[in-house]
């Protein structure tokens, strides 16, 4: 008990002394101290999971978004897993406290709106901000409207963001103010896609294909009639089909369009993964080796991303309450068509594990550490 708020520390740079960007690595031998908004949905409950065990970051303030509580209670109401794990109540949203607040970075698993409205405030304290919602995905706010349905008015705060998927974006993420942490099916085809297209190896317009499908948890804690147990169990449905908001964050991180790109997202009655099969055509002959070595090669410095030999394709028992993104492969040489198997917990290196490993990045820990 009590590994959650371990940070009991004096001496610690005051909010003026934070905007000093250039101090990270002197900070960086401190514990980390953190604050998550949202800690009721499924998300909050793996950040504090993972957070309750960081060796360099403990939690000081928890909240929910605000909409479901509306006075301070124990975690373990809204997390029975997490009973005995942290002293500090959750309080509903309290913009004026936490800014208030001696922290270095708040997480937001909260509403695409609600991040939406607070983290400039939060930048303008000087804190950095982990967001898990879709709020600063996209570089064009007049996106949002179409893919988010609303209106984006934090445009300074968007021209900050930083996309952060570790392995892509490494360096820039050591240096954000504000990460805006990938979709869960974003992470999986991102991941799968990225060396075949940075490389130059795939005839776009031949048509991208992902069929991507996830567990129950993807949707969020929030209740729905489309959730309800005897409608998930022993079904497999299609949903979001060309609409679904991972779309144009996908397209902007691989550089493609949305003509040469079908996603498919189904839903599993199963709790938690991510297994996307992803189809596209080769521009050259190639044999499967060769694709494993470029993806070897690529992800050679990402302790998170594990690349399966050939013959051996990933499954969602593989990845599941793990950090890991799985990445395996099959090809037909004499027609140049690959399908690349991507597998991760949505919950996992998907949101939480993600964010954290972002954090880790972003104070100057190894990108793994607290996560495997």
Same mark, same amino acid.
């Given at each position: 008990?009590?590994?959650?708020?371990k940070?009991?520390?004096?001496?610690?740079?005051?909010? %003026?002394?934070k905007?000093?960007?250039?101090?990270?690595?002197? &900070? #960086?031998?401190?514990?980390v101290? %953190?604050a998550?908004?949202?800690a009721?949905?499924?998300?909050?409950?793996?950040?504090?999971?993972?957070l309750?065990?960081?060796?360099?970051?403990?939690?000081?303030?928890?909240?929910?978004?605000?909409?479901? +509580?509306?006075?301070?209670?124990?975690?373990?109401?809204?997390?029975?897993?997490?009973?005995?794990?942290?002293?500090?109540?959750?309080v509903?949203?309290?913009?004026?406290?936490?800014?208030?607040?001696?922290?270095?970075?708040?997480?937001?698993?909260?509403?695409?709106?609600?991040?939406?409205?607070?983290?400039?405030?939060?930048?303008?304290?000087?804190?950095?901000?982990?967001?898990? #919602?879709?709020?600063? +995905?996209?570089?064009?706010?007049?996106?949002?409207?179409?893919w988010?349905?609303?209106?984006? &008015?934090?445009?300074?705060?968007?021209?900050e963001?930083?996309?952060?998927?570790?392995?892509?974006?490494?360096?820039?993420?050591?240096?954000?103010?504000?990460?805006?942490?990938?979709?869960?099916?974003?992470?999986?085809?991102i991941?799968?896609?990225?060396?075949?297209?940075?490389?130059?190896?795939?005839?776009?317009?031949?048509?991208?294909?992902?069929?991507?499908?996830?567990?129950?948890?993807?949707a969020?804690?929030?209740?729905?009639?489309?959730?309800?147990?005897?409608?998930?169990?022993?079904?497999?449905?299609?949903?979001?089909?060309?609409?679904?908001?991972?779309v144009p964050?996908?397209?902007?991180?691989?550089?493609?369009?949305?003509?040469?790109?079908?996603?498919?997202?189904?839903?599993?009655?199963?709790? +938690?993964g991510?297994? #996307?099969t992803?189809?596209?055509?080769?521009?050259? +002959?190639?044999?499967?080796?060769?694709?494993?070595?470029?993806?070897?090669?690529?992800?050679?410095?990402?302790?998170?991303?594990?690349?399966?030999?050939a013959?051996?394709?990933?499954?969602?028992?593989?990845v %599941?309450?793990?950090?890991?993104?799985?990445?395996?492969? %099959?090809?037909?040489?004499?027609?140049?068509?690959?399908?690349?198997?991507?597998a991760?917990?949505n919950?996992?290196?998907?949101?939480a594990?993600?964010?954290?490993?972002?954090?880790?990045?972003?104070?100057?820990?190894?990108?793994?550490?607290?996560?495997?």
């Amino acid at each position: 008990m009590g590994t959650a708020t371990k940070p009991e520390i004096t001496g610690r740079a005051s909010p %003026a002394a934070k905007g000093k960007a250039a101090d990270l690595k002197s &900070r #960086s031998a401190l514990p980390v101290r %953190a604050a998550v908004l949202g800690a009721t949905g499924y998300a909050g409950r793996e950040l504090l999971t993972l957070l309750a065990r960081h060796p360099n970051a403990g939690v000081l303030r928890l909240m929910s978004s605000g909409l479901d +509580r509306k006075r301070p209670f124990a975690i373990e109401q809204a997390h029975p897993v997490l009973r005995g794990r942290f002293s500090i109540p959750c309080v509903p949203l309290d913009l004026e406290g936490l800014v208030a607040s001696e922290l270095d970075v708040v997480f937001l698993a909260t509403p695409h709106e609600t991040s939406h409205d607070v983290v400039p405030r939060l930048l303008d304290s000087g804190m950095r901000v982990i967001d898990l #919602s879709g709020a600063f +995905r996209l570089k064009e706010t007049g996106a949002y409207p179409r893919w988010y349905g609303f209106e984006h &008015r934090a445009s300074q705060a968007l021209a900050e963001a930083v996309y952060g998927v570790p392995e892509l974006d490494h360096g820039a993420i050591t240096q954000a103010k504000l990460v805006s942490n990938p979709g869960c099916y974003a992470t999986s085809v991102i991941l799968a896609l990225a060396p075949l297209l940075r490389s130059g190896w795939v005839d776009v317009s031949s048509g991208i294909i992902s069929d991507s499908k996830s567990g129950a948890s993807g949707a969020g804690r929030a209740p729905s009639g489309k959730l309800h147990f005897p409608e998930v169990n022993e079904n497999c449905r299609a949903y979001g089909i060309f609409n679904h908001r991972h779309v144009p964050e996908m397209l902007q991180a691989l550089d493609i369009e949305e003509k040469d790109f079908i996603f498919t997202p189904h839903l599993l009655p199963i709790t +938690r993964g991510i297994l #996307s099969t992803i189809y596209v055509r080769l521009q050259e +002959r190639r044999t499967l080796d060769q694709v494993v070595s470029l993806f070897k090669q690529f992800y050679g410095h990402s302790p998170l991303v594990r690349v399966y030999e050939a013959g051996s394709l990933p499954e969602i028992q593989a990845v %599941a309450n793990t950090q890991f993104a799985d990445l395996g492969f %099959a090809l037909d040489e004499a027609t140049g068509r690959l399908i690349v198997v991507s597998a991760l917990d949505n919950l996992g290196k998907g949101a939480a594990g993600q964010a954290v490993q972002n954090m880790n990045l972003m104070f100057g820990f190894p990108q793994e550490l607290g996560l495997v």
